[in-house]
């Protein structure tokens, strides 16, 4: 299952990025998030290592020396580092590093009880009754990390699809089993990773999923009544930015673009902060998907806008990179144990290896259809 990780890829990676260890070596003051502006002004999001080297293998893959040339640039974009077992945590330490100081750390907190509740491709390693193992083998550790780093800043996004999957999948018994555990787990986090040197996202899924009508308020009810939960974090006089991540499965945004302002308005009305970041790193090309529910590694997509926080709309903080462009959504094999019939239909590009893991046709695909180019 999974990344496929090793120490050896981090050895490698910080081996090959002297520079970077010695900058984040020299971050000799506590960062102090300012929670009533937008912190992606003032930092960037970190080109993790882990994505580096992935990237970095698939370049020596191709041999057309122009799209070799255009992969090796992908290398350079900052993305989220996601950090999905409690194995993974190990690559913590290492990607705090390697973070220079005007740099932030991106991590995608993405281990909850009965994890991907609606779907196969990505259950996780906890039983749905498993939230004090999610608490203190997974959340705690975290927490402690960052602690020991207060002057490393970073940015976390929460637990994707999680609570979106309570909205629009109610009646699935498996998404009913998982419901005390996301709430409570989601504001375990909320309210544990509440640092000054870190600033949330909770993910708010796609323009797809909680876009329609009818769902814009109960899933922004839902995502409030759990950041209520956690006490509303705040940092000094303002809100602190516990905020709206529009989720991974984003390539088609451009054409639901209105979703984002609707959707951070019912969060205002339901008491939650309605600024946003959005997920570009694989929306360059739109009206691939046949339903807009479908998620799984859409066929034809490219890579989207660069990591910014000139988004041109003062509620989104920033474009970003969340999913990293190359490892799949989910096997496309009908005989694997994580095989879900969304990574079989016709929208989704095939063969497709299980989630997390790399897949180099597909990297070379966005590559092709990226847009700006690369
Ligand atoms: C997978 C994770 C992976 C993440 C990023 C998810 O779909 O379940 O294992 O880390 O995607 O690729």
């Known amino acids: ?50 994505y580096r080297s992935e990237v970095e293998k698939a370049v020596e893959a191709i041999s057309d020396s122009s799209l070799k040339a255009q992969a090796a640039k992908v290398a350079d974009v900052g993305s989220f580092l996601w950090i999905d077992t409690i194995e ?3 690559k913590v330490e290492p990607a705090i590093a390697d973070t220079p100081c005007e740099d932030i750390l991106g991590l995608v907190i993405y281990d909850l009880p009965g994890r991907d509740c609606a779907a196969k491709a990505s259950n996780g390693e906890l039983a ?47 998404c009913q089993e998982s419901k005390s555990a996301y709430e409570e787990g989601v504001a375990y986090a909320l309210k544990n990773l509440n640092l000054p040197n870190v600033v949330m996202y909770i993910d708010a899924g796609h323009g797809g999923w909680l876009g329609w009508d009818a769902n814009l308020d109960p899933g922004a009810e839902e995502l409030a009544k759990v950041y209520k939960n956690a006490g509303s ?15 991974r499965q984003v390539q088609q945004l451009p054409e639901r673009e209105d979703v ?55 509620n989104t903080d ?24 969304f990574c079989g239909k016709d929208d989704a590009y095939k063969p497709a290896p299980e989630a997390g893991t790399w897949n180099q046709a597909y990297f070379e695909m966005l590559l092709k259809n990226a847009s700006p180019q690369f």
Request: charged fraction near 20%; hydrophobic fraction near 35%; proline fraction near 6%.
């Open 318 to 341: 920033a474009f970003v990179w969340g999913k990293p462009g190359g490892e799949s959504d989910g096997t496309s094999d009908s005989g694997a144990t994580r095989y879900d019939s």
């Open 233 to 247: 974090p705040k940092q000094g006089p303002e809100p602190r930015r516990v905020l709206q991540g529009l989720g």
């Open 88 to 90: 993974n945590i190990a």
């Open 1 to 50: 299952m999974k990344v496929t990780t090793t120490v050896a890829v981090f050895a490698a990676g910080s081996l090959a990025a002297p520079n970077r260890r010695a900058a984040a070596a020299a971050c000799s003051s506590a960062v102090n998030l300012d929670a009533s502006t937008n912190v992606w002004k003032n930092y960037k999001l970190h080109a993790n290592t882990f």
């Open 128 to 174: 749905y009754n498993e939230i004090s193992r999610y608490k203190s083998e997974y959340i705690d550790p975290i927490v402690a990390i960052l602690k020991k780093n207060p002057n490393t800043a970073f940015a976390l996004l929460i637990e994707p699809d999680s609570l979106p999957n309570l909205v629009t999948n109610a009646d699935l018994s498996t």
């Open 260 to 314: 984002r302002a609707k959707f951070g308005a019912a969060l205002k009305s339901a008491g939650h902060p309605s600024y946003a970041i959005m997920d570009t790193g694989r929306n360059a090309v739109t009206g691939l998907r046949k339903e807009w529910g479908d998620w799984c590694n859409v066929d034809g997509a490219g890579f989207g806008k660069r990591p910014t926080a000139d988004t041109g709309d003062s």
